[in-house]
């Protein structure tokens, strides 16, 4: 079974993936060179990363390239280090949005705004109850700190959200017709 992620989700996959080993060959120009299984070992626990970014295997995947490279280079480090820095950076940042991405994480606010200004569909909602019954003060605070107009804070609570669950048909919105 093939896991269905986002657009970016492959991407982030194939970034938590490739970062630990091309930390791992970063010192080959230097003449350097990881033994292949240490390679090897390195590709499946990025494998495993990849696929369970949210599990401590991860952490293993990492720490081993950053052991290799200090019992390695006992005489000091190369410049190649900063670009193995900079994979195994890059690796940690794609796992952690991987695993606590959009879906967990909200948005900053003033992107948001921006992407609304732009076009693209923001809605503002709430999975809490409690929540749920002050979305008009957060669609107000877009107005006051975004400069949102009325009609554009009104939709990112009515409108908005019932086209992005495909709803849009029955509620979401006033029509002349719906006034009785």
């Known amino acids: 079974m093939i896991r269905r992620f986002p657009g970016g989700g492959w991407a982030l ?23 292949t299984w240490l390679v ?30 200090t019992v390695e280079m006992e005489d000091g480090l ?12 890059a690796a940690h940042l794609a796992g952690t949005l991987a695993s ?34 002050h979305l008009n003060q957060e669609a107000a605070k877009t107005i006051k700190f975004g400069g949102l107009s009325r009609d554009e804070a009104l939709k990112l609570v009515t409108l908005n959200p019932a086209i992005q669950l495909g709803i849009d048909k029955r509620v979401g919105s006033i029509d002349a017709e719906g006034i009785w």
Not at 101 to 117: K, T
Request: hydrophobic letters at 60%; zero cysteines.
């Open 40 to 69: 090897v070992v390195v590709g499946i626990f990025s494998f495993a990363f990849a696929v369970m970014p949210e599990h401590y295997v991860g952490n293993g995947a990492l720490a081993i390239v950053v052991a290799w490279w």
């Open 13 to 35: 996959r194939l970034v938590i993936f490739l970062g630990p080993i091309v930390a791992l060959l970063a010192a080959s120009p230097q003449g350097r060179t990881p033994p």
């Open 78 to 89: 190369p410049l190649s280090s900063i670009a193995a820095a900079a994979a195994l950076l």
């Open 100 to 133: 606590y991405g959009p879906a967990r994480l909200a948005p900053d606010a003033g992107a948001v705004l921006l992407w609304a200004r732009r076009g693209v569909l923001v809605s503002i909602n709430s999975d809490d109850a409690e929540e749920a019954t």
